[in-house]
């Protein structure tokens, strides 16, 4: 999930005054290994409570948002479904599978420029959230008649 190296992770972690307890450093490694999929924080923990005994699920949410909080990965909420965290915290589109839950990433060229909307307006953009709702691959055979969810309140 995460596109920068352990190691270039870890000292910016450490730059940020962040101590690197073991199960820090597991949780790391498997956000690294999960590449983009965008996991919940129940699937980290499933994965990194193999590798780390004693590791709780309170535990990793509460390093999960210590990251977040620190902008090294970013939380996406949803209404019905488990949050999800990602490591792409530059501007992409997120195509969100609104049966499986899957999110796919999907590159597009910048929309708006952030210091030219606060000329503009006076408002200063902290964050941008940008998805779309639909079906993936796999899940579209099994809903060609009822493909219309883009409101994304059916996702669960
Ligand atoms: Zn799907």
Redesign the pocket.
Known sequence: MIGKTKELLLRELRAKGLRLTPQRLVIIEVLIEMGDSHPSAHSVYDEAKKRKKGLSLSTTYATLNEFSRLGFIKTLQFDTMENRYEGNIEEHLNLV?G????ILDYQVPRLADPDEIARETGFSVTDTRLEYYG??R??RGETMDGGDNRGGKEIG
């Open positions: 599978c049966r499986c839950g899957k079906y993936c796999a899940c």
